[in-house]
């Protein structure tokens, strides 16, 4: 799903008018898009899952852009009834600020840690429970993650300009799903990864169109 280059520079002015962040932006309309197809129950927060760059623990504070070293957080916000496009991203806006401050992600490094540690076989077991228990209460939350921005500048292919770009992520454990955002260009899109015989390509359109709408201003 694109939201293209004019929509998007709206996005971003939007997103600088109310202080938050173009992950802010799309992480509320995921958000939204999750009340509108799950109707979760008011009132009650509802984890999602969002992936956060781990390498700002690096000494050097970074690393090259091909290098993946990522972890997840997991905000939770509550669906209110009849709230405003504005008012949910101040929630998302703050639950992430929170997060931000708090080591944001570093409880996932110590968790990889732990894996090698356990080795394949028991992480392996571990993850499998968790698949099981998520089918069980038949609610895994989605995990967004964005890459940002492909490449500041026009990529270029033995002298061939690339005028489209966009990243798609790995599938993960059925039912879960894994939605990666990135941007060339000036073009935001939205890709998601899923097993179809878990879930309904159908659902998942509708959902992806939903987001999109949510970001239409």
């Excluded at 009132?43 to 290098?67: F, N, S």
């Excluded at 009834?81 to 409880?107: C, D, Q, S, Y």
């Excluded at 028991?122 to 993650?145: H, I």
Aim: glycine residues 6%; proline residues 7%; positive net charge.
């Amino acid at each position: 799903q694109r939201i293209e280059k004019e929509p998007f520079l709206k996005l971003a002015a939007y997103g600088k008018q109310h202080g938050a962040t173009i992950n802010d932006i799309v992480l509320t309309a995921l958000y939204r898009a999750l009340f509108e197809m799950i109707y979760p129950e008011a009132g009650k927060p509802m984890p999602v899952g969002v992936t956060v760059d781990l390498r700002r623990y690096l000494p050097e504070k970074k690393a090259g852009m091909i290098t993946n070293l990522s972890g997840v957080v997991n905000p939770a916000i509550p669906r209110i009834p009849g709230e405003k496009f504005a008012a949910t991203l101040a929630r998302v806006t703050a639950n992430m600020r929170e997060l931000k401050a708090n080591a944001i992600g570093f409880p996932t490094a110590l968790t990889f840690e732990m894996y090698s540690r356990l080795g394949f076989s028991a992480t392996y077991q571990w993850f499998k429970a968790r698949v099981e228990k998520g089918k069980q209460d038949n609610c895994v939350p989605p995990v967004l993650s964005n890459v940002g921005i492909i490449s500041e500048s026009k990529m270029v292919f033995d002298k061939v300009p690339v005028t489209d770009a966009y990243i798609t992520g790995p599938l993960v454990p059925a039912p879960g799903s894994l939605i990666i955002a990135s941007t060339y260009e000036g073009v935001l899109t939205l890709t998601m990864g899923y097993y179809k015989a878990a879930t309904s390509p159908k659902a998942i359109q509708w959902f992806l169109k939903q987001v999109a709408a949510e970001l239409s201003f």
